[in-house]
């Protein structure tokens, strides 16, 4: 069994999620652009967004990968969602590490710190060639946020959880990363 752990970065502390996190996360889910972006049902609510937390904290205890809480150094809030995941799918390309900000706080560079300090945890604390994020193709911040991080689109592919539209599979080689 792993324990999630604390990373801090400049800006945020990446921690696990916590109960406190519920109703911050449950916003971060309902707002409009998150359920475009994710493709969440119009329904999404509370009990989705503890189940989402008790998934990632499950996974961490079984795979030592999850998503962590993002919560701003300065005042304590909950900034959103990141981290290295890897769910039980067969077509799922590896580990992805993804990312997702309540509204509010896109636009500020989160994301890409967030998302930097979890591909540099994954090559650390994992012995794998690649880490991947799978972004729809619409998600054109996203793309950005994967580029920043030296990902290049490696393939296009419908997954099986959701068969509407393929997601861009970008990838980022252990031999071409660059954590600074």
């Not at 945020?12 to 519920?22: A, T």
């Not at 290295?84 to 590490?97: K, L, M, Q």
């Not at 031999?175 to 600074?180: H, Q, R």
């Amino acid at each position: 069994m792993f324990t999630c752990p604390t990373l801090e970065t400049e800006r945020l502390i990446l921690r696990p999620f916590e109960e406190r996190d519920v109703d911050a996360y449950t916003e971060t889910l309902q707002s409009d652009i998150v359920r475009y972006s994710l493709r969440l049902p119009d329904t999404v609510g509370r009990y989705e967004a503890w189940l989402s937390m008790a998934q990632m904290l499950g996974q961490w205890a079984l795979r030592n990968t999850g998503n962590w809480a993002l919560e701003r150094k300065t005042d304590g809030a909950f900034v959103g969602r990141a981290g290295p995941f890897r769910p039980e799918r067969a077509d799922w390309p590896g580990i992805e590490v993804g990312w997702t900000l309540h509204p509010d706080f896109h636009g500020q560079g989160y994301a890409t710190e967030a998302g930097r300090a979890s591909v540099t945890w994954a090559f650390a604390n994992h012995d794998v060639d690649a880490i991947y994020s799978c972004i729809l193709a619409t998600n054109l911040a996203s793309q950005a946020v994967a580029r920043r991080l030296g990902m290049k689109l490696f393939e296009d592919r419908v997954l099986s959880h959701y068969s509407a539209e393929p997601h861009g599979i970008w990838r980022v080689r252990r031999e071409d990363y660059d954590a600074t």
